[in-house]
C-alpha cells in the first residue's frame, strides 16, 4: 500500500508539472496601441492589438487623458469600429490638443498597461478616398483627351474649410506596367492629353489633408480612347509624300538630262586630239591610212594643193675643195662602195624622191633594182608611209619627161630662208649642198639612159628632176629642202625662179654635182662615191652645166639622221641637217650647235637647224613624222 | 506710429537706422494716421485726406491673409520635421510633454473641436487669430537666436525660421486691417509684448535648449494650423453663412 501510493504520488508528481504547465494562467501580454486615424478631423478611431493574453480571459480597456489635464477618461465607444479599437466621437474628439492614450489589457490574474501614445487629431487625418471618380473623353483640335473627375470624400468637410484636401490621380494604359502620376491640387478636375489612340486607361485617384495621410486609391475607372491620327503622325506623312514626289520629279529630270549629266559628272577622257586622225581607220588596223591622212593634213603647208608641195629641184653647190675632198675619200673606199641593194634607200632621205621609184614610175628605171644604198638605206628606218607617200608623190609627178620639171616629193619643206629672198639669194641658200649617195648601179645603163636621157647625166635619182626639164633648166635642179620647224612655211622654189636662178649664173666655179653616198665609214661619215659612170668626178656636173645641188652630208646622227652639211661657202655658216641615217650624227665644227635640237627618236625627225640665212636642202623625208 | 516689430528684423545698426528714417518717413506723411494707431497698409477713405492709396478688397485680402497661414503652417511643420531628424531622438519624438515643456497656455480659451469653433462669433474668430498671432512674434524672433547657436544646425532650417517669421509679421498686419474692416473696430495695437508668454531664458545651455525648441517649433506649428484653420471656416462663412454650419 505505501509503495502504491508511493507510486501515485511519483506519477502524479510527474504528470502534474506536465498538465499545469498547459494550464497556467498569466497576467495578460502588453497590448499596443497600433494606429489612430480619423477620416474628417472630427472623430478617431485608435486600434490596438493585443500581446499575450495568458490562456485566460482578457479585457482590454483603453484610457485616456488629454494635456493639460489629469483626468483619465475610459473610451467611450468600443464596438463601433470593430474589436479592439475605440472610437472617439464628435464630443470627445478635441483637436489642437494632445491626447495621451493607454490601453490596458486585465485578466484574472493581473492586467498589463500599453506604452502611452501622445496623439493629436489633426496630425492623424486620413480621410477617405474620393468619391464619384468620373472619366470621359473630350475631342480638342489636337485630339482626344479625358478630363477625370471627382469628388471629395463624403464626410470631408471641405466646404466649410475645416478641411483643405489636395488630390493626386494615376493612369496607365491596361497593358502598361508603370502608373504615370499628375497632382491635381486643390481641384476636382483634371485634363490628361497625348493618349495614344486606341487604348484602354485605368485612371485612380486619391487625397490627402495638408497636415494628414493619403488615402487609399480609388476605384479603378476603365476608359477606351477611340482611334484617330495623331497629328504628327499625319504630319510625317505628308512630309513622306512630299519628299517622294520631289525624288520622282527629280529623277525623271535627270533621267530626261541623262548624257549631259552623264557629261559632267563623269567627263569623257579625253582622247588624243590630233587633226586629222581618225580613230576607226587606226581601229581597222590600216595604221599607214591614219599616218597619210595625218600626214597629209597636219601638214604645215601654205598650198593644200599636192603638186604645190612637191619640191622641185634642189640646188646642191658643191665647192671644188670638197668635192676634192670627197673624191679622196671616195677613191680609198671605192672598192667597197657600191652597196647593190635592191632596194632604194635615199641617202638621208634628203631626197624626196627616192629615184628608184621614179624610176619605176617612169618607167624603166630600175632604180630599185640598183639602187641600194647600204648603209646608207638612209631612210630605210623610215616608215613605209614615206616611201609610200613617195610612190604616192611619184605618181603624181611627171615623169621627168614633163617639162615642168616637177620635182619630187618634197613635203613639208620649209624654209624660212626662202622668204623674201631675193633670186639671187634664194639662189645662193639653194647651196646646201646634199650628198645622195647613188649606187652606182643606179645610173641606169645606157639603155634606160636612154629612156631618160637626165639619168645619162648621171645625175642619178636628181637627174630625174633634171630629166624633167630642159636642158637648159637641168642645170639647176634645185631642190629646196628647208627644214625647219614646222611652223615655217613650206616654200617651194618655182622651177622659174630657179630657171632664174640658174640664169644668173651659178658661179662656174661652183661645181654643183651630186654625190653617191655609198656607205657611211667608220667615222661615221657619208662617204660620197663618185660618180663613176660619168667620170666627171662625184661633184661634176653632168648636165650642161647646171648642177645640180645636192648636200653634202656630214653625217649621220643616232636617230638615222643625216647631217647634210652646208656648204660654207657664202654664209659662212655650217649648219648641220639631220637627214635621216642610220649612224650617229656628226656636226660641223663651226655648226651653231646650239641651234640643233635634240629630239627623241620617236619625234618627228624635223630639221631643227635654225641656219636661216642658208636655205638647207635637205631631205624633206626627214620632215615626214614618223609613226 | 511706426510697427515697432520690425526693428526685431534689422540685424545691423545700419539697418536699423533706415527702418528709423523709414518710420519717419511714414510718420511725416502719415501724420493724420498718427492720432489712430494705423497699419500703413490701408488709406483711410472717410477722412478723405490719403485716398490716393488703392485699397484693397475685403475678399482678396482674406484670401491673402490665408494664403499667408497656409504657407505660414507649412514651413513650419518643414522646420519642426528638419530639427526633429537633426537633433531630436527617436525615442523621444513623438512625446510632446517631455521635460515638462508644454505649450504655453494662452490667456483665452481656444475652442477645440468643430462644434464649437462654429459656435464662436466673426469677431471672436478674428480676434482668436490676432492674437495667437500676437503671441508667437516674440518667441519666434527667439528661436532665431537660439538656432544660430547650435553648431550644425542647417542652413534651411535657419531661413524657414526666419522666412515664418517674417511671414507672420505680415500676418498680423493683414488680420489687423481685417478686424478693421471687417468688424468695424478701431485700430489695435500691433503688441511686442504679449502676457502670458512667458519669458524664456535666453542663456541656457545648449543642451537643455533642444527639447525646449523642439516643443517651441512643435506648438508653432500647431498654432499655424489652428490660425488657417480658423481664417478658412471664416472665409466660408463669409461666402455662404448658411451653409457652412450644415455639418
Not at chain 1, 500581446?51 to 489635464?69: C, H, I, M
Not at chain 1, 634607200?345 to 624622191?353: N, P, W
Not at chain 2, 510697427?3 to 511714414?26: A, E, M, P, R
Amino acid at each position: 500500500m505505501m509503495w502504491r501510493g508511493v507510486g501515485v504520488t511519483l506519477i502524479l508528481s510527474l504528470i502534474l508539472p506536465v498538465v499545469a504547465q498547459g494550464a497556467r494562467h498569466t497576467p495578460p501580454g502588453k497590448p499596443k496601441l497600433t494606429s489612430c486615424r480619423s477620416p474628417e478631423k472630427e472623430t478617431f478611431t485608435c486600434w490596438w492589438e493585443a500581446g499575450s493574453d495568458g490562456r485566460l480571459p482578457t479585457t482590454y480597456s483603453l484610457f485616456y487623458r488629454k494635456e493639460n489635464s489629469d483626468t483619465v477618461y475610459e473610451c467611450p465607444d468600443y464596438h463601433t469600429a470593430g474589436a479592439n479599437s475605440c472610437f472617439f466621437n464628435k464630443n470627445d474628439t478635441s483637436i489642437w490638443v494632445n491626447y495621451s492614450i493607454t490601453v490596458v489589457a486585465t485578466n484574472a490574474l493581473g492586467s498589463n498597461f500599453s506604452d502611452p501614445v501622445d496623439v493629436d487629431v489633426v496630425y492623424i487625418v486620413q480621410p477617405h478616398t474620393p468619391e464619384n471618380v468620373t472619366v470621359v473623353v473630350l475631342e480638342d483640335k489636337d485630339g482626344p483627351f479625358l478630363r477625370v473627375s471627382w469628388e471629395p470624400p463624403r464626410k470631408a468637410d471641405t466646404r466649410s474649410g475645416w478641411i483643405t484636401l489636395i488630390y493626386e490621380l494615376r493612369v496607365k494604359l491596361e497593358e502598361a506596367e508603370e502608373w504615370e502620376e499628375h497632382h491635381a491640387g486643390q481641384q476636382n478636375i483634371f485634363n490628361i492629353f497625348s493618349l495614344h489612340s486606341g487604348g484602354v486607361y485605368i485612371v485612380q485617384v486619391r487625397c490627402k489633408p495638408d497636415h494628414g495621410f493619403w488615402s487609399e486609391w480609388s476605384a479603378a475607372s476603365y476608359v477606351k480612347v477611340p482611334d484617330y491620327i495623331p497629328r504628327e503622325q499625319s504630319m510625317w506623312i505628308l512630309i513622306a509624300i512630299f519628299l517622294s514626289f520631289i525624288i520622282l520629279i527629280l529623277t525623271w529630270i535627270i533621267n530626261m538630262n541623262r548624257n549631259s549629266v552623264k557629261h559632267c559628272l563623269l567627263p569623257p577622257v579625253p582622247g588624243p586630239k590630233i587633226k586629222g586622225f581618225d580613230k576607226q581607220l587606226l581601229k581597222n588596223g590600216k595604221s599607214e591610212e591614219v599616218f597619210n591622212a595625218f600626214v597629209i593634213q597636219s601638214f604645215p603647208t601654205r598650198s593644200t594643193d599636192y603638186e604645190d608641195l612637191l619640191v622641185e629641184y634642189l640646188e646642191v653647190y658643191v665647192n671644188e675643195e670638197q668635192e676634192l675632198m670627197l673624191e679622196g675619200k671616195d677613191l680609198q673606199d671605192v672598192g667597197c662602195l657600191k652597196s647593190k641593194g635592191p632596194s632604194d634607200s635615199d641617202s638621208g632621205r634628203g631626197s624626196c624622191d627616192s629615184h628608184s621609184l621614179l624610176m619605176e614610175k617612169c618607167g624603166g628605171v630600175e632604180s630599185k633594182e640598183e639602187s641600194s644604198y647600204e648603209e646608207t638605206e638612209l631612210l630605210q628606218g623610215q616608215a613605209g608611209s614615206w616611201e609610200r607617200l613617195e610612190m604616192g608623190d611619184s605618181q603624181e609627178v611627171d615623169c621627168p619627161d614633163s617639162s615642168d620639171g616637177r620635182v619630187k616629193t618634197w613635203l613639208s619643206v620649209f624654209s624660212s630662208s626662202i622668204h623674201g629672198s631675193s633670186d639671187n639669194h634664194h639662189l645662193g641658200t639653194l647651196e646646201v649642198p646634199k650628198q645622195r649617195s647613188v649606187p652606182d648601179n643606179f645610173f641606169p645603163t645606157s639603155s634606160s639612159s636612154h629612156h631618160h636621157p637626165e639619168y645619162r647625166d648621171g645625175l642619178g635619182e636628181y637627174s630625174e628632176y633634171g630629166l624633167s626639164r630642159s636642158p637648159s633648166a637641168r642645170a639647176h635642179h634645185h631642190w629646196e629642202a628647208h627644214h625647219l620647224q614646222a611652223h615655217r612655211n613650206f616654200n617651194i622654189s618655182s622651177l622659174e625662179r630657179q630657171r632664174d636662178a640658174t640664169a644668173l649664173g651659178l658661179p662656174p666655179s661652183q661645181s654643183m654635182g651630186y654625190v653617191q653616198v655609198q656607205k657611211v665609214n667608220q667615222e661615221n661619215q657619208l662617204v660620197p662615191k663618185p660618180l663613176s659612170s660619168h667620170g666627171q668626178g662625184p661633184f661634176q656636173v653632168q648636165f650642161s652645166g647646171a648642177g645640180e645641188d645636192y648636200s653634202k652630208v656630214n653625217g649621220v646622227n643616232n636617230y638615222n639622221v643625216l647631217l647634210l652639211q652646208r656648204e660654207m661657202a657664202e654664209a659662212g655658216l655650217c649648219c648641220d641637217y639631220q637627214v635621216k641615217v642610220g649612224a650617229s650624227e656628226q656636226s660641223c665644227p663651226t655648226q651653231q650647235q646650239g641651234k640643233m635640237d635634240t629630239h627623241t627618236p620617236a619625234a618627228t625627225h624635223f630639221q631643227e637647224s635654225t641656219c636661216l640665212t642658208t636655205s638647207g636642202y635637205v631631205d624633206t623625208a626627214t620632215m615626214m613624222p614618223t609613226f | 506710429m511706426v510697427n515697432i516689430g520690425q526693428i526685431h528684423q534689422t540685424k545691423s545698426l545700419k539697418q536699423f537706422v533706415y527702418s528709423v528714417l523709414q518710420g519717419g518717413v511714414w510718420a511725416a506723411l502719415l501724420w493724420p494716421c498718427l492720432l489712430s494707431l494705423g497699419v500703413p497698409l490701408e488709406c483711410k477713405d472717410e477722412q478723405g485726406s490719403i485716398t490716393r492709396c488703392a485699397s484693397i478688397s475685403q475678399e482678396k485680402l482674406l484670401d491673402r491673409v490665408i494664403q499667408h497661414a497656409e504657407l505660414i503652417y507649412r514651413v513650419s511643420e518643414e522646420s519642426c520635421t528638419l530639427f526633429e531628424e537633426m537633433f531630436v531622438p527617436i525615442p523621444m519624438r513623438s512625446q510632446r510633454n517631455q521635460a515638462g515643456y508644454t505649450c504655453a497656455t494662452k490667456a483665452f480659451p481656444i475652442p477645440g473641436s468643430k462644434s464649437e469653433i462654429q459656435q464662436i462669433s466673426d469677431k471672436w474668430l478674428l480676434h482668436s487669430v490676432l492674437m495667437l498671432v500676437q503671441s508667437w512674434i516674440e518667441p519666434l524672433v527667439y528661436l532665431q537666436t537660439t538656432l544660430d547657436r547650435y553648431d550644425d544646425a542647417p542652413d534651411t532650417l535657419l531661413n524657414k525660421t526666419k522666412l515664418v517669421s517674417e511671414k507672420l509679421l505680415s500676418l498680423e498686419q493683414g488680420v489687423v486691417v481685417l478686424i478693421r474692416k471687417m468688424l468695424d473696430e478701431g485700430m489695435l495695437t500691433t503688441s511686442y509684448y504679449e502676457q502670458g508668454v512667458a519669458p524664456y531664458d535666453m542663456q541656457s545651455e545648449v543642451l537643455e535648449s533642444v527639447p525646449r525648441d523642439y516643443t517651441l517649433l512643435s506648438c508653432f506649428k500647431k498654432d499655424a494650423h489652428k490660425m488657417e484653420t480658423f481664417l478658412k471656416l471664416l472665409k466660408c462663412r463669409q461666402t455662404d453663412k448658411y451653409s457652412c454650419f450644415l455639418y
